[in-house]
Each structure stands twice: as C-alpha cells, then as structure tokens.
C-alpha cells in the first residue's frame, strides 16, 4: 500500500519562501516519479514540479519555472520542494503523489515520463495520494 507524507506547509509573505517534503513508501517499483501537484480554491488540481527518482529528471509547470526547486533523495525515498519568490497565486493546497513507470507493476497506467505525470489530468492513482498540505501566501 502507498504511503505519502507531505509537511512544510504555512504562511509566508510575498516574496518569502518556503520547503515542502514529501516521503513515500509502501510499494517497490523500479522506476518512479514522485510529483507536486496544487489545487487553489474553485480551481482544478495542477502539476506544480515533478521528478523522475531513477534519473532525477525534472518537470516545471511555467507557473514555477525558475522559483522553484525539486530535489528528491533516494536514501530517504523523499523529495523536496523548495519554493522562492512566493507570489499570491501561489496559495493552494500541495499535494505529493507517486506514478509508477515499471510497466511490470500493477500500478503502471501507461505514463513514461516525467513530463506525462505533471502535464496530463489524472495521471496520479487515487490511492498514491498524500493528505496535501496548506501553502498561503500573503501580506
């Protein structure tokens, strides 16, 4: 069973920033993406950054390119999300989810790459979800 942890949510000021972490455990894929993902109010869920454990391939919505930061840490099966700059529109709720890209798991739905998780809608299975954690950023 997928076990996904989020914390480092809060409030912060415009311009200030903020480190989310997301550890995962529970399955025993090869090959996986672990991916940030964010919903604000009356809008639609979001790939925010997501990153590819086996080679540390990274994805950036245009939204966060250049402010943010994904690493992951294979030791500790975690990744980091380290958010700069922090504007208003960035207030959502952070979700951390995990795809995976073994084809010989039951788990696989098809998605290849790194950019696939972050880009297409539903990419995340329903039970590969963290609980999201609350990022508010304002003045």
């Known amino acids: 069973q997928v076990h996904v942890v989020e914390s480092g949510g809060g409030l912060v000021q415009p311009g200030g920033s903020l480190t989310l972490s997301c550890a995962v455990s529970g399955f025993t894929y090869r090959d996986y993406v672990i991916g940030w993902f964010r919903q604000a109010p009356g809008k639609e869920r979001e790939g925010v950054s997501c990153?590819?454990?086996?080679?540390?391939?990274?994805y950036y919505s245009d939204a966060v390119k250049g402010r943010f930061t994904i690493s992951g840490d294979d030791a500790k099966n975690t990744v980091h999300l380290q958010m700069n700059s922090l504007r208003l529109e960035d207030t959502a709720v952070y979700y951390c989810?995990?795809?995976?890209?073994?084809?010989?798991?039951?788990?696989?739905?098809?998605?290849?790459?790194?950019?696939?998780?972050?880009?297409?809608?539903?990419?995340?299975?329903?039970?590969?979800w963290g609980q999201g954690t609350q990022v508010t950023v304002s003045s």
């Open positions: 990153i590819g454990m086996s080679d540390k391939h990274t």
């Open positions: 989810g995990v795809v995976s890209l073994d084809p010989l798991t039951r788990a696989f739905r098809g998605f290849t790459t790194v950019q696939a998780v972050c880009v297409v809608r539903d990419s995340v299975a329903s039970d590969s």
